[in-house]
């Protein structure tokens, strides 16, 4: 068996017990002589592999009550517009840009309602997080909006803006499971599996119960309303079985590693290795500043193009994958979540002082 160090930012690499244990029961599903993927949505088994993945992201992200876990197709873009349509009460709503997803949920906004930009990065390519400790914050928005971690420029929110009492809603596609976080701080959290949860396929919604509204936006298509989802225990009609299999796998294995909070200590560290050596590299950069940096994401340059195509296909060879930076951004990101061993940092970091020691005088 060969498997290389895959640093793409989503779908991404997946804890190897995960896989082993699932390809292990591909054919055969505890006795019932099927795969899951043939197995009715409406069966025992596949309700207690719904009911036991809930249980336990409830468990391990510490989940309050008050709070519903929905599983809903069509990815984190999806919620671009559930949030509005389903959120929407006074008619306005106040967005956080600090990179492409929180700028497209926007524009996916402004054909629902009145969305407004109250505080933005753009002016520095996206490489910090805007101080949003006094925003102007309109008082009748039904919501601020943030995208918490910034998969395609490296940026994290370490801080929450202060909502003034509005919710807040965040995508935490690319950071949910990364460290434990205070839910009760949130209205809505969503989180596509694809980065650090599961395979492909849904996107996690974790919702505050007082934000049901009664269908204020008509008509609102029965799949679009979260009510829909809530009622029927996200399975109104299909949902992604095998891939809500694979989400509940990986919150076992994070279970068995200790919860969150060895977690992130793990990611802390590796990511880390990392920075520490892009602060004294004298070939590569990492454009973010320190306050803002991701450890999910970790994007950094040479300042030359054709240096950057270099390293990306040198390290290709070397058996790195998916190290090239987003289209938008250029350079390089090392996508570092939950499933990527330690070594494969360390033996990433050494790949690279051999690649500064041998090209770096040539700038
Ligand atoms: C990947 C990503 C998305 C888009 O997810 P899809 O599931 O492809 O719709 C949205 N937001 C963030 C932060 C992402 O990383």
């Not at 896989?19 to 596949?46: C, N, P, V, W």
């Not at 599961?198 to 679009?224: E, H, M, Q, S």
Request: charged share 25%; proline share 4%; with cysteine.
């Amino acid at each position: 068996m060969k498997r290389i160090y895959n640093f793409s930012a989503g779908p991404a690499m997946l804890p190897l017990e995960v896989l082993e244990h699932a390809g292990q029961e591909m054919t055969d599903y505890m006795d019932t002589g099927m795969s899951i993927m043939e197995m009715s949505h409406r069966s025992k088994s596949f309700e207690t592999i719904l009911e036991k993945a809930k249980n336990d992201l409830k468990m391990i992200a510490n989940i309050p009550d008050n709070y519903e876990i929905l599983f809903i197709q069509g990815g984190a873009s999806l919620q671009f517009s559930m949030v509005p349509m389903n959120l929407i009460k006074h008619g306005k709503a106040d967005y956080i840009v600090t990179g492409q997803f929180s700028k497209k949920a926007y524009e996916e906004a402004t054909l629902f309602l009145d969305a407004k930009i109250i505080a933005s990065s753009k002016d520095k390519n996206f490489t910090y997080i805007p101080n949003c400790s006094d925003l102007n914050i309109r008082e009748d928005a039904d919501y601020v909006y943030i995208c918490e971690n910034n998969t395609i420029y490296g940026t994290k929110f370490h801080k929450l803006p202060n909502t003034k009492g509005k919710p807040l809603v965040a995508d935490l596609s690319s950071c949910f499971l990364s460290e434990p976080l205070d839910i009760s701080k949130y209205g809505i959290i969503f989180a596509g599996a694809q980065k650090n949860i599961g395979p492909a396929g849904v996107c996690i919604v974790i919702l505050r119960k007082d934000l049901l509204y009664n269908d204020i936006f008509k008509p609102t298509p029965t799949l679009l309303n979260y009510k829909t989802y809530v009622e029927n225990n996200s399975m109104y009609n299909t949902p992604p079985t095998y891939t809500i299999y694979m989400c509940g796998q990986v919150f076992q294995w994070i279970k068995a590693q200790g919860g969150l909070d060895v977690l992130k200590q793990r990611n802390i560290d590796k990511a880390a290795l990392l920075y520490d050596y892009l602060d004294q590299s004298s070939l590569f950069k990492a454009p973010v500043v320190k306050e803002a940096r991701s450890i999910m994401n970790v994007v950094f340059v040479t300042g030359h193009e054709d240096l950057d195509d270099l390293f990306v296909k040198e390290a290709k060879k070397a058996g790195f994958e998916n190290l090239k930076g987003h289209r938008s951004v250029g350079g390089m990101r090392a996508s570092i979540y939950n499933a990527m061993p330690r070594e494969g940092i360390e033996q990433l970091v050494d790949f690279m002082r051999d690649f500064e020691k041998k090209y770096g005088g040539i700038q």
